[in-house]
């Protein structure tokens, strides 16, 4: 159960601090999910909140 995120990343920086277990972080040029830390928000909101505020729309499950 984890999200990544896609090459359309526009490395834009809005789903890092959306993250409510830091799983987010800036990689070289996209920002990356730590899938072994990833929760898909489960316990905190009914939906992952980076999809929610990614306005390339590059996060996907996993």
């Known amino acids: 159960m984890?999200?990544?995120i896609t090459?359309?990343?526009t490395f834009c920086a809005a789903c890092e601090p959306e993250?409510?277990?830091?799983a987010?972080?800036?990689?070289?040029?996209?920002?990356?999910?730590d899938a072994s830390a990833c929760t898909e928000c489960e316990g905190y909101a009914?939906?992952?909140?980076?999809?929610?505020?990614?306005?390339?729309?590059c996060i996907v499950k996993a």
Not at 46 to 57: H, I, K, L, T
């Open 46 to 57: 009914d939906q992952p909140a980076c999809v929610s505020v990614c306005p390339a729309e």
């Open 19 to 22: 993250c409510p277990v830091n």
């Open 24 to 33: 987010i972080s800036a990689g070289s040029d996209l920002y990356l999910i």
């Open 2 to 4: 984890s999200l990544k």
């Open 7 to 9: 090459e359309e990343c």
